[in-house]
């Protein structure tokens, strides 16, 4: 596929949102205006689901001119961390979307909330109740049988405004005391059996401190945050579908501002977990490097990884927005990035498991500079030098010394090109006396051929990069993997968990890389290619004198393959 292709794919991508905004604004059903929101629970670092979720909560509020708020749900303090808010405003900023004045938190309409929970139970709407939390999801009932009401289900409204406000107080041990909805504990949808709405949580709060013992449930906080910042969309996963219900009785009951709920399919990738129970469970374990670690489908790992943000969205959009699960093939998120990068990464030479090549009628104490394409897709990249001297480095896979069939780099006597070099041939080999392993080649040029091009038109069938050995630089490349073997890594046999098809190979790490000058100072972020190699990005951990390599993917486009076995374009 070309870029052209690929645009026009993105460009076409089916997402129904984006349809019920058109016919809203067409109808003027909410004052010409759009408001979205983007509301993460900060008990983790957003992973590239999440990606999908601000691509459409930002990307269509810019579309259709209206704004996206970044409001966070932070009703549960026993599991948020200043660390995750951090990282979630880095990952939506980097993304390249912008919340401007609009970031909110859930804990800022805690009193509003409070009032409204006070009205409803004046209303005989909501009740105080003993049950344990065990015995609450026992009366709870099934898909097939009705619940059953709790003994204190009826308790007059005003022993339930003073059990209330003493829970508030902090009368109560935690989990002794709920507020629950009075509903129909006979409804079809569970939801809907007189669901919680607050519970006893003796736990100081990052934002209120100590002053509250009791902390909404997400299905009574969610809608009264989006009513209270008069969203118009409020989009979320189709797990929600089954809550909307709820989400519209609690708004219904207080007759407040009502917004519309929407549900989409969550974004499902092969050989990855969403799960951020699952995830955590990584990085608490060790498994990775924490929540940033390259293999991680976090948006902070990804960036490390070297992922482009345009490729991201991108991909987003080319998946469209649909109300189906499905699973996407992370090939497909691999193709968006290499096509980005392709257009803009600068070309570079970098040797990843060195071999010694002598060139025996090279001059000695001679340096050449040569010159050398930095993107050949990006005439305006221009070109750098590249020295060249009588020892350099070569892929060691580039040699064989009994070389199979179809293996055209280099063997002894075979003749090859070295990128903007020379050809050169291969006259000796040596190696260690000890193990037999080749140690060191020598090799012969032929000045005529400077530039990588023969003037009697002769041809060789393949191009090998390489590096000077007297300016190479020293450097440490890590190479990924995908971090699970299966496509589904939550299909396990019985008794087994995800981890069991965790890839034990994800990371593999060479000390030992030579690299060509061009690169010394190279900040971290700063995104390559390696020729032949695969597209790299500077890692944190590096250093002035040991730069740091994360290979962000190969070469190899597994999704452009499958398009064409497919008849695609």
Request: include cysteine.
């Amino acid at each position: 596929m070309k870029d052209k292709n690929t645009e026009a794919k993105v460009a076409l991508a089916p997402n129904f949102i984006r349809e019920i905004m058109k016919e809203d604004l067409r109808t003027n059903k909410w004052g010409g205006r759009v408001v979205t929101r983007f509301p993460p629970e900060p008990n983790g670092y957003p992973h590239i689901g999440h990606a999908k979720a601000i691509c459409i909560d930002f990307g269509l509020a810019a579309e259709f001119g209206g704004v996206c708020h970044l409001r966070f749900d932070d009703t549960n303090p026993t599991k948020e961390e200043q660390e995750y808010i951090d990282a979630i405003k880095e990952d939506v900023r980097w993304l390249g979307f912008n919340w401007g004045e609009h970031e909110y938190y859930g804990s800022d309409y805690f009193d509003q909330m409070y009032e409204w929970a006070l009205q409803l139970i004046k209303d005989g709407k909501a009740y105080v109740d003993d049950l344990k939390p065990d015995q609450i999801r026992a009366y709870r009932g099934t898909l097939t049988e009705p619940g059953k009401e709790s003994p204190y289900r009826n308790r007059p409204v005003e022993e339930n405004l003073d059990l209330f406000e003493r829970m508030k107080a902090g009368e109560f041990e935690d989990g002794s005391r709920v507020l629950r909805a009075k509903i129909d504990m006979a409804s079809p949808n569970l939801n809907m059996r007189d669901p919680v709405m607050y519970r006893i949580l003796k736990a100081p709060h990052p934002r209120t401190g100590d002053t509250w013992n009791i902390y909404p449930m997400y299905d009574w906080a969610h809608g009264l945050e989006d009513s209270i910042e008069k969203v118009t969309h409020s989009i979320c996963t189709l797990e929600f579908e089954d809550h909307r219900p709820l989400y519209d009785w609690f708004l219904d009951q207080l007759d407040v501002y009502h917004p519309q709920q929407i549900e989409f399919a969550r974004l499902n990738l092969t050989y990855t977990v969403m799960s951020k129970r699952k995830l955590l469970k990584l990085v608490e374990e060790g498994h990775v490097g924490g929540w940033g670690d390259p293999r991680m489908p976090t948006i902070s790992g990804m960036r490390r990884r070297g992922y482009p943000p345009e490729a991201i969205r991108n991909f987003c959009e080319r998946i469209g927005v649909a109300k189906r699960d499905s699973m996407v093939d992370v090939s497909l998120l691999e193709y968006f990035v290499r096509e980005e990068l392709n257009k803009h990464a600068l070309r570079y030479m970098g040797v990843l498991r060195p071999l010694r090549v002598v060139i025996d009628n090279y001059p000695e104490d001679t340096v050449e500079e040569l010159e050398a394409i930095n993107n050949p897709e990006d005439p305006a990249a221009g070109t750098r030098k590249v020295p060249f001297s009588k020892v350099i480095y070569i892929e060691r896979e580039d040699f064989r010394e009994d070389p199979p069939r179809k293996f055209y780099r280099l063997a002894p006597g075979r003749e090859v090109r070295l990128r903007y070099a020379y050809f050169v041939t291969c006259v000796d080999v040596v190696k260690d006396e000890k193990t037999g392993e080749i140690t060191e080649l020598h090799c012969t040029y032929d000045p005529a051929t400077r530039g990588g091009d023969s003037p009697d038109g002769r041809k060789v069938k393949s191009t090998l990069h390489w590096v000077s050995a007297a300016h190479a630089m020293n450097a440490e490349v890590r190479l990924y993997d995908r971090l699970f073997t299966t496509p589904d890594p939550n299909e396990v046999e019985q008794g087994q968990d995800f981890m069991a098809n965790l890839n034990p190979n994800s990371l593999e790490v060479l000390n030992a890389c030579k690299i060509e000058p061009s690169l010394v100072g190279a900040k971290p972020g700063t995104r390559f290619q390696f020729e032949r190699q695969g597209y790299l990005c500077v890692d944190p951990d590096s250093t002035h004198d040991k730069p740091v390599f994360n290979r962000t993917v190969t070469l190899r486009d597994t999704w452009a393959k499958i398009e064409k076995a497919q008849g695609g374009s």
